[in-house]
């Protein structure tokens, strides 16, 4: 092809027709300006489908994480919601023996929260530098649940956990009766069972505790699992209309 046109601008010359040579040439010129540009916008058309192949994929695995992170998380707040009728009736003082055979002893000190939020997808979407409307939202609610509820609630009530479980250890004699079993009504000792029906200290401790664990932590799980299950239904839609 570049022979083609070598041989008719020659042909212009020999023949002395310099004003057709000329106007050949600066065609010629546009031409080549014009095939460049065609050759840069099929680059970048195929770089931008690239990037959006990268982003479906990695929204794909983010549904997952958000999917398993869901799972987790409403473990979690069924967990707290099936035992709040025990908090409620110390908080009230109406209290029951029978009330050792659900736990009552152990509201408290049992809690081991430790959610493992899932970040693959997440940390795919930063790496990605992804800047459109739903990835930042992805990354914006996760930045939150770090930082609110792994670091901040949770670590809270595993603190005062452990801080509660030492003031027994330190402070009462029936402690090594209370981690070596399961505390039922029929099991434990008057004196075990007098602290946790009568003791204004531990009902002191479980008003506390109710501020951090539902009034803090529920109210933030029944607020965010609404939010994950949406953006669910919006990675959905981008996945099937890609």
């Known amino acids: 092809m570049i022979k083609f ?8 010359l020999m023949e002395n027709k310099t004003s057709k040579y000329f106007k050949y040439a600066i065609g010629e010129i546009l031409l080549v300006v014009i095939g460049i540009l065609i050759a840069l916008q099929i680059n970048n058309w195929n770089e931008k489908r690239i990037q959006q192949e990268q982003l479906v994929s990695v929204y794909e695995r983010t549904l997952s994480d958000i999917d398993n992170d869901i ?4 473990a979690n707040l069924d967990y707290f919601r099936g035992i709040e009728y025990i ?8 209290i029951t023996p029978d009330l050792f055979d ?6 408290l000190t049992q809690q081991g929260m430790g959610t493992s939020l899932n970040m693959t997808g997440v940390n795919q979407l930063k790496a990605l530098n992804a800047k459109d409307s739903l990835s930042l939202k992805i ?7 770090e930082l609110i509820a792994v670091d ?5 009530i595993n603190q005062e956990s452990v801080a509660i479980t030492n003031i027994f250890r330190d402070n009462y004699s029936w402690y090594p009766e209370y981690m070596s079993k399961t505390i039922m009504q029929d099991n434990s000792s ?7 029906l009568y003791s204004p200290e531990y009902r002191h401790r479980v008003i506390s505790c109710y501020q951090l664990f539902y009034v803090n932590y529920v109210s933030m799980l029944r607020g965010i699992i609404p939010v994950l299950k949406e953006i669910t239904k ?9």
């Open 139 to 145: 990354i914006d609610i996760y930045g939150y649940l």
């Open 190 to 196: 008057k004196e075990l069972q007098d602290y946790f």
């Open 5 to 12: 046109f070598r041989k008719i601008r020659q042909n212009l």
């Open 234 to 242: 919006e990675l959905k839609i981008k996945i099937e209309e890609s």
């Open 71 to 74: 799972q987790e998380l409403t």
């Open 102 to 107: 659900v736990g009552l002893s152990r509201i």
């Open 152 to 156: 901040g609630f949770e670590k809270r």
């Open 87 to 94: 908090f409620k009736k110390v908080i009230n003082d109406s």
